[in-house]
């Protein structure tokens, strides 16, 4: 673990910019903190730099199509960066039936938006910005009582509240983190040398090969000539 005052200063001195005796102003705390917030919400959007695919669960609402999500919402976590599948519901026999996500442009052709009230079937993830920073999630059709959405999301790396905010990171990505915010920190103010470029590369390709889903290639019977076998689990 390591906090951001550490990581920054770590990443100056890998840059020349500062000494191993050296210490940070209060005006370089919070530009580079700043600076490092920035670059750890650009990650986010990088599906190889996302640690964790994470799986939740939650209760819907009889009868209701539409839902914050984020901090302080319907649905109170994390926002998501994205929503990926498998999703799924799950009734009060915990029995499950699929999910499929929609594009905004499939979502916005469904006529009557709020019917059903039955097993969702569909669901679109709105990821704008309300005032409250939360995103909306919509289902379709209408649920009914005792559902439970399950959802599985990209998750946003973690930001520094403050320069003394201590990270919890996978192995791997605290060197990955300083040795690529020692780049963007001294853009336009300094040359990086080779070698610290070649930290910067391998390290984040090393975050990037680890976080790689694992490949299923699977070829069509007309090609083979060959029924594939099915499971009941699965499907053919």
């Known amino acids: ?18 000494s191993l005796d ?13 600076a490092l917030n920035s670059m750890l919400d650009s990650w986010s959007l990088e599906r190889l730099l996302v640690p964790q695919l994470l799986q939740e669960s ?13 901090s ?25 039936s699929s999910v499929e996500i929609l594009s905004a442009e499939s979502y916005g052709k469904i006529v009557q938006k709020s019917s059903g009230k039955t097993y969702p079937q569909y669901l679109y993830y709105d990821q704008g910005f309300s005032s409250t920073s939360t995103a909306t999630l ?6 009914s009582s005792g559902l439970t959405l399950f959802i599985n999301s990209w998750k946003q790396l973690q930001n520094f509240a403050n320069i003394s905010t201590v990270a919890l990171l996978a192995p791997g990505y605290q060197l990955a983190i300083e040795s690529n915010f ?12 080779a070698e610290v470029k ?33 499971s009941i689990l699965t499907g053919p």
């Open 138 to 143: 919509k289902v379709y059709p209408a649920p």
């Open 72 to 96: 302080g919402g319907d649905f109170n976590t994390t926002r998501p960066t994205k929503i990926v599948d498998p999703c799924f519901i799950r009734d009060s026999s915990n029995l499950d």
């Open 22 to 34: 050296g210490s940070l102003t209060s005006a370089e705390q919070t530009h580079y903190l700043a």
């Open 198 to 230: 070649e930290i910067a590369r391998t390290s984040k390709a090393a975050v990037k090969g680890i976080n790689l889903p694992s490949s299923f290639m699977r070829l069509d019977a007309g090609i083979v000539g060959v029924k594939p076998k099915g």
């Open 182 to 193: 020692t780049i963007h920190a001294m853009a336009g103010f300094r040359p990086i040398s």
């Open 58 to 70: 939650f209760s819907l609402t009889n009868n209701t199509v539409s839902y914050t999500i984020g």
């Open 1 to 18: 673990m390591a906090s951001a005052s550490s990581m920054i200063f770590r990443s100056l001195v890998m840059g020349g910019e500062k």
